[in-house]
């Protein structure tokens, strides 16, 4: 039998790590929980943010690394491979218009999902990564 397995964290590739820190941090309220690393034979730099709720993500900065993703919610699944990152919301409304509102590019506005029940909207990074916003409906007691 299999031990049980938590989600820990997402590593994404960006192009600049400052403007990516400081976009996770001040746009989507993340704390920097370490600064910056680095791999030097690599050359690779890092930094990693934490939001109040544990979403824990490593932002990746390497030279001569390029994008891959236009940041289409429905274009970017033709590339194989992660393409978004979900976090999960109580008021979609508020949160989408307050994210864009700090500067965070809007991919999708809100609404309501495939599946009829939840809404969903997506946002943008500095590299165009999706991060989508998931509001799901209450579950009956």
Do not use: C
């Amino acid at each position: 039998m299999l031990e049980p397995m938590t989600f820990d964290h997402a590593g994404i590739s960006v192009a600049n790590l400052e403007v990516s820190r400081q976009f996770y941090a001040d746009v989507l309220g993340f704390t920097i929980l370490e600064e910056e690393f680095a791999l030097p034979h690599h050359d690779l730099r890092g930094a990693v943010v934490l939001n109040p709720q544990g979403v824990r993500i490593e932002l990746f900065e390497r030279k001569g690394s390029s994008p891959v993703r236009k940041g289409d919610p429905s274009g970017d699944p033709i590339i194989q491979g992660w393409f978004q990152l979900a976090l999960s919301v109580k008021d979609l409304d508020t949160t989408f218009a307050t994210l864009v509102g700090r500067g965070a590019r809007s991919a999708m506005a809100p609404r309501v999902a495939p599946d009829g029940r939840a809404r969903v909207a997506f946002l943008l990074d500095p590299d165009n990564n999706l991060i989508e916003l998931l509001q799901r409906p209450a579950v009956p007691a």
